[in-house]
């Protein structure tokens, strides 16, 4: 079955990059997605990436996709302290299937 | 735009009482999706609905858990009789998707119901 794996915890200081890595088993996914969890709050939807795409870049955002590897990883660059939350990674698959999440990475940001 | 709205934000009720669990998706979205989250276990998905239909119930955990949609804006989540092991925060989100979210249209999540049993 859809398998994502993420690292559990990541500190990095304020003003370096994190760089948040996920894995996924299903070689089908046609979208990846990246979600934000503030304390006390929903995922918010931060930015997708299409299975057909190497690169995506939002701002402070960047994604990188391997295909090849299975692996997508979320960059953030000059984090801050508002970045620390929970990052999830999830995708998705043809076919009548909802996102498969996995269980996210609490990002800490050292002032 | 209003988002997906969930209610209560916080239920605190002893074992053995029921608990429902409400929530209004997007309008115009046709899918919605129940979560819950521990610690322990992450997010898992509980049920999913397209159109109103039940699609994959199979993460609902006993039965002890239900859950409807008599119509697009509206669905519960019920808890009859709830448990200490129920605790968690309950989230619903929806999505427009063909056949349960099969589309690059992403979930869009309420703030959860932070749920105590005690």
């Known amino acids: 079955g859809e398998d994502v794996e993420q690292s559990l915890f990541l500190s990095v200081r304020e003003g370096d990059s994190s760089v948040i890595n996920c894995t996924y088993t299903d070689s089908s996914s046609t979208y990846l997605y990246w979600y934000k969890q503030e304390p006390g709050a929903g995922l918010q939807l931060l930015t997708y990436?299409?299975?057909?795409?190497d690169m995506k870049q939002d701002q402070r955002l960047t994604v990188l996709l391997n295909k090849k590897d299975k692996h997508l990883s979320l960059r953030i660059a000059d984090t801050q302290t508002g970045d620390s939350a929970i990052y999830f990674c999830a995708e998705i698959t043809p076919g009548n299937t909802p996102l498969v999440f996995g269980k996210g990475t609490r990002l800490s940001v050292i002032a | 735009d209003a988002g997906v709205i969930q209610s209560p934000r916080h239920e605190v009720t002893e074992m053995g009482q029921e608990v429902t669990l409400r929530c209004k998706p997007i309008s115009g979205h046709n899918s919605l999706f129940w979560y819950r989250q521990t610690m322990m276990r992450g997010l898992e998905l509980l049920i999913y609905?397209?159109?109103?239909?039940?699609i994959d119930d199979s993460g609902m955990p006993e039965d002890r858990f239900s859950a409807k949609m008599p119509n697009a804006s509206f669905s519960t989540l019920k808890i009859q009789p709830s448990e200490p092991r129920d605790s968690a925060v309950y989230f619903c989100a929806s999505s427009w998707g063909t056949g349960g979210g099969g589309s690059n249209q992403p979930q869009h999540f309420g703030d959860g119901t932070r749920l105590s049993i005690l």
């Open positions: 609905f397209n159109n109103n239909v039940p």
């Open positions: 990436i299409f299975s057909n795409m």
